[in-house]
């Protein structure tokens, strides 16, 4: 069954640094792998796709990478703000069999930006 | 485009009743959507996937005579907790695949607070 770890679980931050959060997946077999945002109390966001054929994606100021051999993705968020505060989620996409179309969460790192 | 929304938003029942939560697809049809849990601080469980026009297929050890899950359209799916309890106060969020698109590309909705009294 694949295991989602994300590191750290929280970060503090004052506003204009670029950070790193860290994703880990124990099964390399993946679809792709999607970045979310959760806000408190509220649904997922989408922020970036990134299929298995692919190292890394750009949307703004975020860049997603991704080492499929390694169980391995990183969200780089550049010049952090206020308003990036949340939990951001990582999900692998099974590929084959029962995994196929089912995201596998990780527990997500909370985030929170300080003017 | 690709809208999921959830009703109720937030609900508060007592335990041993029942309660429906509904999930809508409101500007495209979905054959399949997901229902998840989430524990405060924990992540996303997939609870079940449910395909339009057949039964819903559980994850292993969630209860399927406990958590009745219906895609009677398109665009509706419902999952009634039954006997609600107090371990069963959680959040649940509702996707929805988006037909013509690889296979994971789910849209969420906006998720149901529920707390069993």
């Known amino acids: 069954k694949q295991e989602v770890t994300q590191i750290p679980a929280a970060l503090s931050v004052p506003e204009g640094e670029n950070l790193v959060l860290n994703c880990s997946f124990t099964d390399s077999a993946i679809y792709n792998l999607q970045w979310f945002r959760q806000d408190p109390g509220k649904g997922l966001t989408s922020l970036l796709l990134?299929?298995?054929?692919?190292r890394e994606q750009t949307s703004g100021r975020l860049n997603a990478s991704l080492d499929k051999s390694s169980g391995r993705s990183t969200l780089y968020i550049a010049a952090s703000q206020p308003g990036d505060s949340a939990t951001y989620l990582c999900a692998p996409n099974g590929d084959r069999g029962s995994t196929l179309g089912r995201l596998y969460f990780g527990r997500g790192t909370q985030l929170t930006v300080w003017p | 485009g690709a809208v999921v929304s959830q009703h109720p938003s937030w609900v508060i029942c007592k335990s041993g009743t029942s309660v429906k939560i509904e999930c809508r697809s409101l500007?495209?049809?979905?054959?399949?959507m997901f229902w998840y849990r989430q524990f405060p601080k924990q992540s996303l469980m997939l609870m079940a996937t449910?395909?339009?026009?057949?039964?819903?297929?559980?994850e292993q050890g969630v209860e399927k005579d406990k958590f009745l899950i219906n895609h009677a359209s398109l665009t509706l799916s419902t999952l009634t907790v039954t006997s609600a309890h107090p371990e069963d106060s959680s959040f649940y969020i509702c996707s929805a695949k988006l037909p013509g698109t690889s296979a994971n590309t789910q849209y969420f909705g906006p998720g149901t607070r529920l707390t069993v009294l």
């Open positions: 990134i299929q298995s054929s692919q």
């Open positions: 500007d495209f049809q979905a054959t399949t």
């Open positions: 449910s395909n339009e026009g057949s039964k819903a297929t559980y």
